[in-house]
C-alpha cells in the first residue's frame, strides 16, 4: 500500500471501512489517513431525498474512539434530511454488531444472539458505514442499510430490506478497486 502510494504521489490516504481505516492507522504511521465520511461531511451536500426520515445508527465497534468519524456521519445524514434517533449504545459505547472478531465461524449461535441484541436496540432502521455491521445486522432481521445506499437510492426502503451480496460479488467488487488503483499514474505524470 506504501508503495503503491508512493508511486502516484499520494499524501492522504482516504478509507471508506472503519476496520480498514483503523488497520492503516496502526501499519501505516507516517501516513495520514482520513474516513471518506471526514472528507465528504461539510464539503458535500448530499440530496435532501430524506426529509423527515427517522433513523438510527449503528457505529461499528471499531470506529469507537474515533469522534471525528461520528460527528462526520450524522452530519452527512442530518444534511440529507434524516432525524437521527441515537440508541444508547452508540459512539464511544458502541455495542458489536456480531461480526466482529470472526464471531460468526467460531459460535454462529453467539453471532446471531450479538446481532439480535443490537438491531433490538431501536425500532428504526440502522444506519451502517461498515459492509460487515449491515451483513449482521441484516443476518438477524433488521432493516439495515449503509449509508450510501440511504442517502442515494431512489429507494432506500427497499434497499434496506434486501439481503447484502454474496461473497463472489463482493470478491469481485474489491478485485476491480485493486486492478483501477494499478492503473494510476502519479500526480501530475501525462
Not at 23 to 44: C, D, H, N, S, Y
Not at 139 to 145: A, M, N, Q, R, T
Request: hydrophobic share 35%; proline share 6%.
Amino acid at each position: 500500500m506504501q508503495r503503491m502510494m508512493d508511486s502516484v504521489g499520494a499524501e492522504e490516504l482516504i478509507a471508506a471501512c472503519p476496520d480498514c481505516t483503523h488497520l492503516l492507522k496502526e501499519t501505516l504511521p507516517g501516513t495520514r489517513v482520513t474516513t471518506v465520511w471526514e472528507a465528504l461531511a461539510g464539503k458535500w451536500e448530499p440530496p435532501r431525498q430524506r426529509e423527515g426520515v427517522a433513523i438510527s445508527i449503528h457505529d461499528s465497534c471499531k470506529a469507537r474512539h474515533e469522534p471525528g468519524i461520528h460527528s462526520s456521519v450524522r452530519r452527512l445524514l442530518e444534511d440529507g434530511g434524516s432525524v437521527i434517533e441515537d440508541v444508547d449504545y452508540a459512539g464511544e459505547l458502541a455495542r458489536c454488531c456480531g461480526f466482529g472478531g470472526m464471531i460468526y465461524p467460531v459460535d454462529s449461535d453467539l453471532s446471531q444472539r450479538v446481532s439480535r441484541r443490537r438491531g433490538d436496540e431501536s425500532p428504526l432502521p440502522m444506519i451502517t458505514y461498515c459492509a460487515g455491521c449491515r451483513m449482521a445486522l441484516k443476518g438477524c432481521g433488521k432493516d439495515s442499510i449503509h449509508i450510501l445506499d440511504f442517502l442515494l437510492s431512489s429507494d432506500w426502503q427497499t434497499a434496506a430490506k434486501a439481503n447484502p451480496p454474496g461473497a463472489l460479488p463482493r470478491y469481485a467488487n474489491r478485485l476491480k478497486a485493486k486492478w483501477a488503483f494499478k492503473r494510476l499514474r502519479p500526480l501530475g505524470a501525462e
